[in-house]
């Protein structure tokens, strides 16, 4: 572990310590966060690799309680996710190119209609949480180089049982996403909670 991120572990672990409200947490962790992604250089080789058909969510810490985890993401050229929840909070903040980010809302008729899109630049950061609104997709908002974020969330979101939606209908399927480093023995990918 590079030493800008061992410092950001510590640093929200001793945030996490105080049990704060989230509001404090979330305004809180986006300092740490943009700290974090001030700069790319500490971010090693192996956790920037994109994959040419899928984004790639590289697993970069892991609590053994699953009340914290800090993932890479990385996006080729024109990769997006579908509408999806994460059911706990989440901060993301852009490291190098541009992500774009679609909320949604979900519509009396249990559809899911956009509520908001911004772009995350290197250094910005931004929240979820299912207070704050849960639901959205991300996008590689550049269509021809890498993009990368870092994203931190309030439990081991890879073996979340979360959702991806259709957003006309609302169908919710339930998914578990894992993570892409599962070349290793690792205690915290791909098994359900
Ligand atoms: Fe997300």
Not at 4 to 33: H, M, W, Y
Not at 42 to 59: D, G, S
Not at 73 to 96: A, E, K, M, S
Not at 133 to 150: E, F, K, P, R, Y
Request: glycine share 10%; hydrophobic share 35%; with cysteine.
């Amino acid at each position: 572990m590079t030493q800008k991120l061992l410092t950001f572990v510590q640093d929200i672990a001793r945030l996490l310590e105080q049990k704060p409200s989230e509001s404090i947490l979330l305004a809180e962790g986006k300092k740490l966060v943009a700290t974090l992604v001030s700069s790319p250089e500490w971010l090693p080789e192996a956790f920037r690799k994109p994959h040419p058909a899928h984004y790639q969510q590289y697993l970069l810490y892991a609590d053994p309680l699953d009340c914290l985890s800090i993932v890479s993401f990385v996006w080729g050229p024109g990769q997006t996710t579908p509408v999806h929840d994460h059911l706990t909070w989440g901060i993301v903040g852009g490291l190098v190119g541009e992500e774009r980010e679609v909320t949604y809302r979900q519509r009396s008729d249990g559809g899911y209609s956009p509520s908001g899109e911004g772009v995350l630049r290197p250094g910005e950061v931004t929240a979820v949480s299912p207070t704050i609104g849960d639901v959205h997709s991300v996008a590689n908002n550049l269509s021809d180089q890498v993009s990368i974020s870092i994203h931190v969330y309030g439990a081991n979101i890879g073996r979340v049982r979360r959702h991806v939606f259709d957003p006309q209908t609302g169908a919710a399927r339930s998914f578990v996403s894992g993570y892409s480093n599962d070349m290793t023995p690792n205690l915290w990918s791909g098994v359900a909670a």
